[in-house]
């Protein structure tokens, strides 16, 4: 009986879901965004042989989508990968995806389980894919790559990019919860750290206190203290997710008062914050939306934001829930540093590390036994 993994929001994936397994298929397991599926693979939690997968379930961009499935194309390279892409997809997304081996790949407004299984049934190949790859260009020296009798001593320095532009959500569990001034505060820090950043007030205008004369580098911005910042704006803020930035930091200000459409756009970001007051009255009421988006959004990891809070208090807060209940849940909390100046904000990099380029060393097999043979010889 055929396993299938299944990457969709989640009313789609409980909805297909259902479908597949009424008629045969067994479900092992499913993801709400592509960074999730990211995870699942790498963690060797994919039990599946097949995989249907939303190329834009928790991405704003076509680089991170691609750059997420190639990284869970060599995690899982056994693993069969039917990617859906939006009807309006052109084809250099399609063809970056065959290049990167995953050639079952449909662009589609809408579609059924009738489609699913006959997607199922008939393996595309190369050559479905549309175009040609490009062909190198230059000729190979004679001296090739030799083997040696010596071992490997060379280590490489890999540095990881997140591609295209990472939106970063900060929402208020309440009215004056402090998410924009955690979301100026975050993108100001992005800023001092050599990043191109922004961070969008998509709700209210207090930011507009902060003007200058100086132009953003999208249109209805103004530049402060490196970043650009846009607030109060006349026109939808999505294209600002588009604009070259490599960060934004979305201020959706109180999550529990969004429409439907800025909900979804809080989801569906890579990286989020809730943010909440530690009083008797903003815990119950934090607690109580939390329930019901995690109900909706079964799938979503939480970053709980802690505001106004001492060390003490964070830590009775934090701690109200074991090791292994915050796991389950998928929470994580976090102590908002007192910082009255957004202008100087404290240290990011930890909660921003999911997001951030970094530089790790890789060793080839070889290199380890030979520097453990080493120190064992030491010893």
């Known amino acids: 009986m055929q396993r299938i993994h299944l990457v969709f929001d989640s009313t789609t ?10 008629r045969g298929y067994v479900v092992s397991g499913m993801d709400a965004t592509l960074e999730q599926f990211r995870i699942a693979a790498e963690a060797g939690q994919v039990e599946a042989g097949l995989a249907v997968v939303d190329a834009t379930a928790g991405v704003v961009n076509k680089q991170d989508s691609v750059h997420y499935l190639r990284d869970i194309r060599g995690f899982v390279p056994d693993t069969r990968l039917i990617v859906l892409l939006p009807v309006s997809a052109d084809r250099e997304w399609i063809r970056a995806l065959g290049h990167i081996g995953i050639y079952d790949v449909y662009a589609v407004e ?6 699913v299984l006959t997607w199922i049934q008939r393996r595309k190949t190369i ?6 790859a490009e062909i190198p260009a230059g000729k190979i020296k004679p001296s090739g790559v030799r083997l040696s009798s010596s071992p490997a001593k060379e ?13 970063i959500a900060v929402g208020g569990a309440g009215p ?3 998410s924009t001034h955690l979301a100026l505060s975050m993108a100001v ?3 001092k750290e050599g990043h191109a950043a922004a961070v969008v ?8 206190a902060l003007r200058t004369d100086v132009p953003a580098a999208a249109p209805g911005g103004f530049r402060w203290l490196g970043t650009d910042v846009f607030t109060a704006l006349g026109e939808p803020w999505l294209p600002i997710l588009s604009a070259g930035y490599q960060y934004v930091v979305l201020d959706f200000g109180n999550l529990t008062a969004v429409g439907a459409a800025d909900e979804a756009e809080f989801m569906r970001c890579p990286l989020r914050f809730l943010v909440t007051g530690v009083s008797a009255w903003d815990l119950p009421r934090t607690f109580t939306a939390m329930g019901n988006w995690k109900e909706k959004y079964v799938a979503q990891e939480w970053n ?3 505001n106004f809070a001492d060390e003490m208090k964070f830590r009775e807060v934090a701690e109200s829930l074991l090791p292994r209940e915050r796991k389950a849940l998928k929470l994580k909390f976090w102590r908002v540093p007192f910082c009255c100046d957004p202008s100087q904000p404290p240290d990011y990099r930890d909660w921003l590390e999911p997001v951030l380029p970094r530089k790790k060393e890789r060793f080839s097999v070889r290199d380890f036994l030979y520097h453990e043979k080493r120190r064992r010889y030491a010893e």
Request: aromatic share 4%; charged share 30%.
């Open 13 to 22: 994936g409980r909805e297909l879901s259902s479908a597949l397994q009424e």
């Open 155 to 167: 280590r490489v320095i890999v540095e990881e990019r997140i591609v295209g532009s990472v939106a």
């Open 127 to 132: 050559a479905d894919m549309p175009g040609d």
């Open 110 to 115: 809408r579609f059924s389980v009738e489609d």
């Open 201 to 208: 007030e998509c709700r209210g205008e207090s930011l507009a």
């Open 189 to 191: 820090w992005l800023a």
């Open 304 to 306: 709980v934001a802690l």
């Open 176 to 178: 004056r919860s402090g």
